[in-house]
């Protein structure tokens, strides 16, 4: 029973993390029909940058956040202009897979040559702590992260929902056409949103290098479990992406401390095989378009 | 006309064939000469060229970097020495980008392109399992300073020699000695296994878990974990539940930083803690899991700083002589690498000869020294040595068992965390 309370709050804790991380790829997919392959590419990047200012002028990772943000949402912005702009728009659903996995490939050279292939970890003098609470270990660290993941995803729930740019977001999402004819600059639009999914990779990349080791080919693992997420939640839809987190990571939590980590990554990909043969579309995807 | 076609033919068929068959007479006299050549002082002054394919770009190419960093000063020792049989030795390295098909291919190149006199093997068994067979089909000796897992030597080659005390998978049996040489009542009574899902980590841990099942220690918690885990909280969580006297990690690198990260969150403390790897890693351990968390931490190493096995105090000079930093941040790869060719030298030393059917005969007869120890091989290249067991003192990774190479008393009981 230790073990399964312990799995349970490790799971719900890590959750927030990957909350963040697919709500950048689902809002990138929502605005632009774009399955973004490079966003685990962009979270270890953000984690790289975070471990740079770490390393180089000693700022904490959780500081370090507005800045990493700011460089990585202009890496969107130019990622999106320069790659996935030209790519016609009926075909962009399709060629955007081959063109966000080459951009995942071009950011892993990148950063092989910049910082070697050297596994990296962000230490800082609080990375073990935990607090004891009714015998169980709460891990600041994860504590922490699940907080800022919960901030941040308020505040893109505010941008898209009480703000005029968000209104801009969500009427190009349910029709471009109108939306252009209003007004609407959906080109903008789009690299704006490309450079917020970034962004968010940047916040949640930051506390990825606190929580677990990392190194250029890291991306691989992570953007296989943030499709999953996405998948699961249902694409475009960010509560969906913050249920899938759940999902994900309690499942593999609970099972691998209670049953066998061998089994962890299978019981979730049983859940998501399920749910999408119940629901196609993922927990919260519609048939309609503007599911933000 | 058509019996001058005929023989027209006839005599194109035979002038192919006498061509191709002449062909292949070169090649297999090159390949032949370059496998078995046989080369005295007193004939040739010529460079003894040495191939080595090494992974200098892809996933291996930290520990393939060292590797090559210990090829090339033992090279630039013993060239300031005058060279081996006043012959000097020139390393002639490919990179292989950590791709077992470019490693068949640069090995071959080296062979019948470059005509090399010597090559030493690449990194890791996945690369060295094609490259030996090269190398066997030419007749090279194949001393490989990384690669020792069970399919290498299931390959049942004479010509190969893995250069390190033990085969891979029984790196942690000095552990399980360790423990076993400790009076009845210091022995701990529950051991608790987390191994890494690889052809390593995980052989390791159940070599030691069948050792000390034997002797009666109860195994409380067994789990084998995928390599893609990221987070091994929850299996940690799991083993804390148990409370065991003795946690083992069949581990690798990033897995080991992440067990130990987990347990000092988790604030569980065992009696004691091997792991396979990871924690012999003087330079990356205490920066990835906090210099104050290595206390007690024990692993195993074939080379460590300060040993006195032959040619280490030299290796040691030079290596920080040429590349800097101190004796603690040297890479165990580059001294496996540099013992490679303390074996050549050591084989010119004692034959006169430099040829690769002599360091093959000679090899497998008796021991030889190097800064790894002395070694010895059974007849399919597994050396037939033991690892040395080593444990986290004062911030300084200690050789501690057996008696004959410690540093230090070993530490039956970890300090806590922090400690």
Redesign the interface.
Known sequence: M??LI??LI??VL?AGVYALMASGQTLIFGIMKVVNLAQGALVILGAYLSYQLFTSFGIDPFLAIPITTVMMFGVGMVIELVFLRPLRREDRSELSLLVTFAIALLLEGIMSVSW????R?I?TSY????W?VFGY?V?LVRLWAFLLSLAALGMLFLLLNRTRFGRAVRASVQNPESARLLGVESSRVSAIGFGIGAATAAAAGSVYGL???FNS?SHY?LISRLLSIVLLGGLGSIGGAVVGALVVSVS???V???V???W??MTFFVILLLVLLVRPRGLFGTTARGAI | MTHHNRLRNVARVLATATALVGLAAGCASNASKSGSSSSSPATTSAPLVIGASVSLTGDFSDSGKAIQRGYQLWADTVNAKGGILRRKVQVKIVDDASSPTQVVTNYQNLINKDHVDLTFGPFSTLLTIPASQVAARYHYAFLAPAGGGPKVFEQNLTNFFFVQPAPTTQAGDVFAQYVLSLPAADRPKTAAYAELDDPFSAPIAENIRTKLEAAGIKTVYKQVYPSETQDLSPVMAAIVAKHPDVIIGGTQSEDAYAQVKSLVQLKFNPKMMFQSNGANSPLEFPSKVGANNTAGIMSSADWFPGSTAAGSAAFTSVYTAKYGGTAQQIDDSTAEAYAVGQLVEAVAAKTGKIDNATIISSLHSGSWPTLLGDLAWSSNGAPTGEFNLVQWQGGKLLPVYPSTIAQATPLSVKPNWGG
């Open positions: 230790h073990a312990q799995g490790l799971g890590t070697s292939t050297s596994v970890s230490n990375a073990n702590s935990s004891t270990q891990t929580l677990y080791p080919g693992d593999s939590a609970v691998a401390a209670t066998s980590p061998i962890s990554e």
